[in-house]
């Protein structure tokens, strides 16, 4: 435990080492931060517009009410803002060192690799969806008059890890397949696609759509559960199903890396 608590830390203050880095290369652009904020703002009016077309014609959708919804929205951006800060940019990197073979220097360095990919790439200014995502959520959940309870809160808190961790484990997997296939930025086009979908909760979709975007593309995981957890939908199975799904994917995420990696030839091919 003393073990693993100590590998947590050092894991920790490698990705403040990181994000330090990241915050003084983008310092030097800082007009992309007002960008950020132009599209950030102007992504949430755009679905703060669609809630207003849809209310003024229905009470709910698939029986979820408008504040409920906004719920929703917050943690869309939330989490998007989490994808779009570490995750993304640092697998996409991974796929650019893979084509290019210079990913023999980051093998070779004195620390776990898989940790090295996973946080090396950080985009500040994305924090400012994390930050919006979290005022909606506050403001949602002061207009529903939520009563924050442990389990509310606990398995809030739960939820929106094991969601960050799928989602983690999801784009590492795709990544790895570039040790095979030379270029799959195209399925990354689609998985953005397919996650402008978690912006209304899955269960209003269509069935063959709902198991695509629960067990393909892990959209649900990553927005529509912990928005349930936070409205207080969220049963006591879904939360254990939601763990189950995230350690299963860690383990096999990682196991997929190292078998990728066995498969790398490098730049001395």
Wanted: hydrophobic share 60%.
């Amino acid at each position: 435990m003393v073990r693993w608590g100590a590998r947590t830390m050092r894991y920790l203050r490698l990705f403040g080492l990181f994000f330090r880095v990241g915050m003084l290369n983008e310092l030097e652009y800082r007009a992309n931060f007002f960008i950020q904020v132009f599209q950030t703002v102007l992504g949430l009016l755009v679905s703060l517009g669609g809630l207003s077309i849809i209310f003024s014609h229905a009470d709910n959708l698939g029986g979820w009410k408008p504040d409920e919804l906004l719920a929703v929205v917050g943690i869309y951006f939330l989490v998007g803002g989490l994808i779009n800060l570490v995750i993304q940019p640092s697998m996409q990197k991974l796929m650019e060192d893979v084509r290019q073979g210079t990913l023999d220097f980051l093998l070779t360095k004195p620390e776990d690799a898989q940790v090295l990919v996973s946080v090396r790439q950080v985009q500040i200014w994305k924090l400012v969806d994390i930050v919006l995502g979290l005022v909606v959520l506050i403001v949602a959940g002061v207009r529903m008059g939520t009563v924050i309870t442990p389990w509310t809160a606990v398995s809030f808190v739960l939820m929106l890890l094991a969601g960050a961790i799928i989602i983690y484990s999801f784009w590492l997997m795709l990544a790895t397949f570039t040790f095979w296939f030379v270029k799959i930025d195209n399925i990354l086009v689609i998985f953005q696609s397919m996650y402008e979908a978690g912006r209304w909760p899955v269960s209003i979709y269509p069935a063959w759509l709902r198991v695509i975007l629960t067990f393909i593309v892990p959209v649900a995981f990553a927005v529509t559960i912990p928005a349930e957890a936070a409205v207080g939908r969220l049963t006591p199975a879904m939360l254990l199903g939601g763990l189950a799904l995230a350690a299963a994917m860690l383990i096999f995420s990682r196991w997929f890396w190292r078998f990728g990696i066995k498969h790398y030839s490098g730049a001395s091919a």
